[in-house]
């Protein structure tokens, strides 16, 4: 079983930087696939980033690529996101997600989510 907890968001004006973190605890927590969601006022869940158990595998939403980074530090059992050039759109609360690695799966273990408010 793993747990997530995630910080880092806020307030920032558009074209400013923020950077997200989750933070998991668990049994054998670094094999997870780790993943980024979020969810703006009256809008779906959407993927925004995920990124493989060892880092050698990343993907983005077309929304953020080239703006956001997904990292991970699994001696610090820490996942990030970068959020640069961030735009009025990506308010929304940001949820970090993990699921077992391999090519299937669903993600079944999910934070508490952190809110990210970008003014123009």
């Known amino acids: 079983q793993v747990q997530l907890v995630e910080s880092g968001g806020g307030l920032v004006q558009a074209g400013g930087s923020l950077r997200l973190s989750c933070a998991a605890s668990?049994?054998?927590?670094?094999?997870?696939?780790m993943a980024w969601f979020r969810q703006g006022p009256g809008k779906e869940r959407e993927f925004v980033a995920t990124?493989?158990?060892?880092?050698?595998?990343?993907d983005y939403a077309d929304s953020v690529k080239g703006r956001f980074t997904i990292s991970r530090d699994n001696a610090k059992n820490m996942v990030y996101l970068q959020m640069n050039s961030l735009k009025p759109e990506d308010t929304a609360v940001y949820y970090c997600?993990?699921?077992?690695?391999?090519?299937?799966?669903?993600?079944?273990?999910w934070g508490q989510g952190t809110q990210v408010t970008v003014s123009s």
């Open positions: 997600a993990a699921r077992s690695s391999g090519p299937f799966g669903n993600y079944d273990y």
């Open positions: 668990g049994r054998a927590r670094s094999s997870y696939r």
């Open positions: 990124i493989s158990w060892n880092g050698d595998n990343k």
